[in-house]
T-cell receptor, first 112, second 113 residues
Framework: DTGVSQDPRHKITKRGQNVTFRCDPI?????LYWYRQTLGQGPEFLTY????????KSRLLSDRFSAERPKGSFSTLEIQRTEQGDSAMYLC??????????FGPGTRLLVL | AQTVTQSQPEMSVQEAETVTLSCTYD???????LFWYKQPPSRQMILVIR??????QNATENRFSVNFQKAAKSFSLKISDSQLGDAAMYFC??????????FGAGTILRVKS
């Protein structure tokens, strides 16, 4: 069990640029979740996948955000035309039949 | 929509003492899970303890235990023999089966030596 990994760990970008984050879940987990966390707050749900199917998207996920999980393995979260309000920590978590979600280290995004 | 409330923004405890963090939640469901997660500064979110709503027995993990009161929708975390490494932000979270976690705003725990 190697845990959930995320790449990159830090990303600095200029407003208007596109960014893509990757998450590799625990290998036997079929559910994968994306959350966003701003400083001093609890994480907020963005979207989740069961295998390759995206089952739910939050209202927080504007049309500039898109997530994929091809073949039910790793997932990517893309933000197009980034805005300063997108600056946050983006957390990925995965879970198996026991329902407990295990989190990765997160990707910290700073939009200048 | 389910909500989770942590009414203590910050708590302090002396090393080796016991501290209790409070959490209440709101749901109309009868089957769900509750969790406490720990997030040290600039570090990864770590699971501390979990409780299934159908279990009457309170969960325990070493120095960490919960007081789960289903009727009152209360889920507090007790940390015994506090250690310097326990200093972190603690989040209470609610999960319906197969669904997303709903987090509280968190409680910062400071441990004094």
């Amino acid at each position: 069990d190697t845990g959930v990994s995320q790449d990159p760990r830090h990303k600095i970008t200029k407003r208007g640029q596109n960014v893509t984050f990757r998450c590799d879940p625990i290998s036997e987990h079929n559910r994968l979740y994306w959350y966003r966390q701003t400083l001093g707050q609890g994480p907020e749900f963005l979207t989740y996948f069961q295998n390759e199917a995206q089952l739910e998207k939050s209202r927080l996920l504007s049309d500039r955000f898109s997530a994929e999980r091809p073949k039910g393995s790793f997932s990517t979260l893309e933000i197009q035309r980034t805005e300063q309000g997108d600056s946050a920590m983006y957390l990925c978590a995965s879970s198996g039949p026991q329902e407990t979600q295990y989190f990765g280290p997160g990707t910290r995004l700073l939009v200048l | 929509a389910q909500t989770v409330t942590q009414s203590q923004p910050e708590m302090s405890v002396q090393e080796a003492e016991t501290v209790t963090l409070s959490c209440t939640y709101d749901t109309s469901e009868s089957d769900y899970y509750l969790f406490w997660y720990k997030q040290p500064p600039s570090r990864q979110m770590i699971l501390v303890i979990r409780q299934e709503a159908y279990k009457q027995q309170n969960a325990t993990e070493n120095r960490f235990s919960v007081n789960f009161q289903k009727a009152a929708k209360s889920f507090s975390l007790k940390i015994s023999d506090s250690q310097l490494g326990d200093a972190a932000m603690y989040f209470c979270a609610y999960l319906e089966y197969g669904n997303k976690l709903v987090f509280g705003a968190g409680t910062i725990l400071r441990v004094k030596s």
